[in-house]
């Protein structure tokens, strides 16, 4: 029953390193998100993917770049990081008819 | 568009008081609406949904909400809260389209209960 997976769960970067997150679903939905989460600011989408092979921009995706393998995993890579992507990073997909969003765990990145 | 308002950014109340966090919603079209609670450093996890039918739903852990279509709110209440209630919670909505729509989510209400 793993749901939404997501991998790292915690890492630390220097300023101008790369890194990939990487995301799985085994619920079978089509669309898949990748969220960051900053304090007082809620949840901002940074990338989505409607479908296997589309992938589109979200409230703040400079600095971010995403593949979607395929139906079940959706990746997330940081090129140069920057401080300001410090944050905690969600996975999830979705429910084709309501939208409900499924959840992984999170992955807490802090960049020097 | 859609868009979700939280009215309160914090909520502090005492265990076994009774507790109402407000959400208002911004839609052109009908919704679905949701609540998720997310606990300390943990992700985010399904509360309840209001789809169709009865405006007042049932969820885990106690809570309820009622969907008001004429105020355009989705308050979230539990008449007794406990220690473990301690939470951060979000309300989103989505549009009814007949299509795969995105979620919309407030800015979070952060729960504390204290003893």
């Known amino acids: 029953n793993a749901g939404v997976t997501q991998t790292p769960k915690f890492q630390v970067l220097k300023t101008g390193q790369s890194m990939t997150l990487q995301c799985a679903q085994d619920m079978n939905h089509n669309s898949m998100y990748w969220y960051r989460q900053d304090p007082g600011m809620g949840l901002r989408l940074i990338y989505y993917?409607?479908?296997?092979?589309?992938?589109d921009k979200g409230e703040v995706p400079n600095g971010y770049n995403v593949s979607r393998l395929n139906k079940r995993e959706f990746s997330l890579r940081l090129e140069s990081a920057a401080p300001s992507q410090t944050s905690v990073y969600f996975c999830a997909s979705s429910e084709a008819v309501t939208g409900e969003l499924f959840f992984g765990e999170g992955s807490r990145l802090t960049v020097l | 568009a859609q868009s979700v308002t939280q009215l309160d950014s914090q909520v502090p109340v005492f265990e076994e008081a009774p507790v109402e966090l407000r959400c208002n919603y911004s839609?052109?079209?009908?919704?679905?609406l949701f609540w998720y609670v997310q606990y300390p450093n943990q992700g985010l996890q399904l509360l309840l949904k209001y789809l169709s039918g009865s405006t007042l739903v049932k969820g885990i852990n106690g809570f309820e909400a009622e969907f008001n279509k004429s105020q355009t709110s989705f308050h979230l209440r539990k008449p007794s809260v406990h220690i473990s209630d301690t939470a951060e919670y979000f309300c989103a909505v989505s549009a009814i389209r007949g299509g795969s729509e995105k979620l919309v989510f407030g800015k979070g209400t952060k729960l504390t209960v204290n003893p």
């Open positions: 839609s052109s079209v009908s919704v679905y």
């Open positions: 993917s409607a479908s296997e092979g589309t992938t």
